[in-house]
């Protein structure tokens, strides 16, 4: 079975323009997710996937295999679906280039776990909520699940919503980390379906998998991470790293 890592990266971000080749500490971000990938032994082969020739050209320094895209892609699912057209995989990953702290050993885990589920069309990730501040930020997608795993919804919303404060129950909440699996079939079928009433309103795109019935299982793991989709996001990234 090949299992392919596919990087996609957007040079104009909508929130962030050109932030994959902005510096983290000493090193582009694009930088950071591609060691992480290629240091992932469940994978294959990575591939930087984009639509502006100065991520090709750093792409290249780095000695990544590098493929340029429609610059009509609408997410970075539709990019890594691009790349699922062109060659032969039976697993697709899509490590989302604005993810620098996704390690090696996080990728690997997933892939093995969504491997050992035949049933999931999709995999992600996702990791226990700890701070009160990161439940109350919408740029933090929060998830819920079934017993086995499997995602019921997607939310930028704190959900559950505790509504008994005096309540004994411990309450937990899970934090979704960008990074999903795919069976080849699923992702393009994925990307062929219309945009739903969901994924409109909040503007997360797996939620189109979900009013589709598509199974998309989430594993946890205790590794967190923290995606860059803003200045402030990255100021947060560089006062992590101190810590």
Same mark, same amino acid.
């Given at each position: ?11 104009k971000s ?5 932030k ?20 992932a ?5 990575v ?10 050209e ?17 997410s ?17 990953v ?14 690997d ?8 589920d035949?049933?999931?069309? !999709?995999? $992600?990730?996702?990791t +226990?909520?700890?701070? /009160? *501040?990161? &439940? ?9 699940f ?10 930028r ?18 934090k979704?980390?960008?990074?999903y699996?795919?069976?080849r ?23 189109r998998?979900?009013e ?13 991470s923290?995606? !860059?989709? $803003?200045?402030?996001? +990255?100021k947060?990234? /560089? *006062?992590? &790293?101190e810590?």
């Amino acid at each position: 079975m090949k299992i392919v890592g596919v990087i996609p990266v957007r040079f104009k971000s909508t929130r962030f323009p050109g932030k994959a080749l902005v510096k983290l500490r000493n090193k582009p971000l694009l930088q950071w997710v591609y060691e992480n990938a290629q240091n992932a032994s469940s994978l294959d082969r990575v591939i930087v996937a984009c639509d502006d020739q100065r991520i090709w050209e750093f792409a290249k320094l780095l000695t990544a295999e590098v493929m340029l895209t429609s610059p009509d892609c609408r997410s970075g699912t539709e990019r890594v679906a691009e790349i699922a057209k062109k060659i032969k995989a039976e697993i697709f990953v899509n490590i989302q280039g604005d993810e620098p702290f996704l390690e090696a050993q996080t990728i690997d885990f997933l892939v093995k776990n969504f491997l050992s589920d035949k049933k999931a069309e !999709i995999g $992600t990730l996702a990791t +226990l909520i700890k701070k /009160e *501040e990161d &439940l109350n930020n919408p740029n933090i997608v929060k998830v819920v699940f079934t017993r086995d795993g499997y995602a019921l919804y997607f939310s930028r919303f704190a959900i559950p919503y505790k509504r008994d404060t005096n309540i004994k129950a411990k309450y937990q909440w899970y934090k979704h980390l960008g990074i999903y699996v795919y069976r080849r079939k699923a992702l393009l079928d994925f990307v062929n379906l219309p945009l739903g009433r969901l994924e409109k309103m909040e503007k997360l795109e797996q939620l189109r998998a979900l009013e589709n019935g598509m199974r998309v299982k989430v594993f946890i793991t205790k590794k967190d991470s923290i995606g !860059i989709d $803003t200045p402030e996001d +990255l100021k947060r990234a /560089e *006062e992590w &790293l101190e810590k």
